[in-house]
Structure formats: structure tokens, C-alpha cells
Antibody, heavy 122, light 107 residues
Framework: QVQLQESGPGLVKPSQTLSLTCTVS??????????WSWIRQPAGKGLEWIGR???????NYNPSLKSRVTISLDTSKNQFSLTLNSVTAADTAVYYC??????????????WGQGTLVTVSS | SSELTQDPAVSVALRQRVRITCQGD??????ASWYQQKPGQAPLLVFY???NRPSGIPDRFSGSSSGNTASLIITGAQAEDEADYYC??????????FGGGTKLTVL
């Protein structure tokens, strides 16, 4: 069974950098068949896709966040990470990591972490 | 446009059939995936592709697609199906999109 677990600070000051790590078990982030993704959800609102990475180094970011986001892989630890720069209160949300399985005409987020709440506040 | 549009809220009587829809240009060339989210929980994949249901998902969940519209259909809705439902697709740039979500109420 694939499991993902987010970790990182729950409180970040405005203008600083948010950093989260997702630890994967039951699959390898080096796998050529899986993509690894971050999604966030502000309280009471919908899901927002942040970006994804795969083992070939291909990375896609949400255009609305692209200037502030970096996603990276650490194959030695079977982890992937998210950094979001210059945060504001609008970045306060539950952040999820998830695995994507992709096909020719679809991509499904089949395993999710439990989510971690990150609050941006001074 | 790179958006997926869902009705904010839908209701269904217990044991009746309900359709939750998702519209967007990306659906003309890519199938939708559907997620159920209950309060305080991570989303759960309930249907994807042309006709695929993950292991453990009841067969009352099904899907369809036509043109720029994808649908999640629940046949014989149960009380435990009350949740938020999100559609998701991939666009031509390889980016992923989520719909705004539909709150399903089972009466």
C-alpha cells in the first residue's frame, strides 16, 4: 500500500518561505510510472493544484504560482519537497502531497497524504 | 480556457440517482477523475478515466463523458455519500486542474 506523509512547519511568517516534505512509502519516487504532486486547500474552499514532478526531472507548476514555487525530489530519502517563497495570508491552507498515475488521456491522484495545515501569520 | 466548472451544490433523495457534472475545454481531449472529500479528510479517488473505479469503491459510482462535459453518477445514493466532490483533468500543457467542487446533500 502506498503511503504519503507531509511534514514541515505549521506556522510561517509573512514574506518568508514555506517548506514542506513528503515522505513516500510503498513506491519509489524514482519510479518512471508515477508522478509526485502538491495540492493545497484553504479552509472552506476547493482544491488547488500546485505542481508535479517525475523521476525524469519533468516539472509542471500551476501558472498562478509558478514564480514562487519549487518542487524537488530526494531519491536517497524517497521524498519530494515543496518550497513557496514570499508567502502571504492567502497561502494559508492545508497542503497535501499525492501520487499521480498518468495515462494517455488521464491522470489520477490515487494516493494522498493526510494533509498538513500551514498558517501564514506574524 | 484552463478551467473546470462544477455546480456548487446538488441534492438527492436517499437511494435515488444523482449526476454531478464538470465542464471544461480540457475534457474534450482528456478524461476526468473524480474525488470524494468528507470533512477533515483527504480527498479519495472514486472514479477515473473512461470507466474505472478504484478497488473498494462501491459500484453505485460510475462516470460518463461527452464533449466538454464529464459526469459522476451515483445510482442509489446512500447517506454516507454526502460529501464534497471534485473533478480533475489534465490540460494540453501537462498541467492539472481541479473543479471548484460540488457539495452533495443526501436528503
Amino acid at each position: 500500500q502506498v503511503q504519503l506523509q507531509e511534514s514541515g512547519p505549521g506556522l510561517v511568517k509573512p514574506s518568508q518561505t514555506l517548506s514542506l516534505t513528503c515522505t513516500v512509502s510503498g513506491d519509489s519516487v524514482s519510479s518512471g510510472t508515477s508522478y509526485w504532486s502538491w495540492i493545497r486547500q484553504p479552509a472552506g474552499k476547493g482544491l488547488e493544484w500546485i505542481g508535479r514532478i517525475d523521476s525524469s526531472g519533468t516539472i509542471n507548476y500551476n501558472p498562478s504560482l509558478k514564480s514562487r514555487v519549487t518542487i524537488s525530489l530526494d531519491t536517497s530519502k524517497n521524498q519530494f519537497s515543496l518550497t513557496l517563497n514570499s508567502v502571504t495570508a492567502a497561502d494559508t491552507a492545508v497542503y497535501y502531497c499525492a501520487r499521480i498515475m498518468s495515462g494517455a488521456r488521464w491522470g489520477r491522484f490515487d494516493f494522498w497524504g493526510q494533509g498538513t495545515l500551514v498558517t501564514v501569520s506574524s | 480556457s484552463s478551467e473546470l466548472t462544477q455546480d456548487p451544490a446538488v441534492s438527492v433523495a436517499l437511494r435515488q440517482r444523482v449526476r454531478i457534472t464538470c465542464q471544461g475545454d480540457s475534457l474534450r481531449s482528456n478524461y476526468a477523475s473524480w474525488y470524494q472529500q468528507k470533512p477533515g479528510q483527504a480527498p479519495l479517488l472514486v472514479f477515473y478515466g473512461k470507466d474505472n473505479r478504484p478497488s473498494g469503491i462501491p459500484d453505485r459510482f460510475s462516470g460518463s463523458s461527452s464533449g466538454n462535459t464529464a459526469s459522476l453518477i451515483i445510482t442509489g445514493a446512500q447517506a454516507e455519500d454526502e460529501a464534497d466532490y471534485y473533478c480533475n483533468s489534465r490540460d494540453s500543457s501537462g498541467n492539472y486542474l481541479f473543479g471548484g467542487g460540488t457539495k452533495l446533500t443526501v436528503l
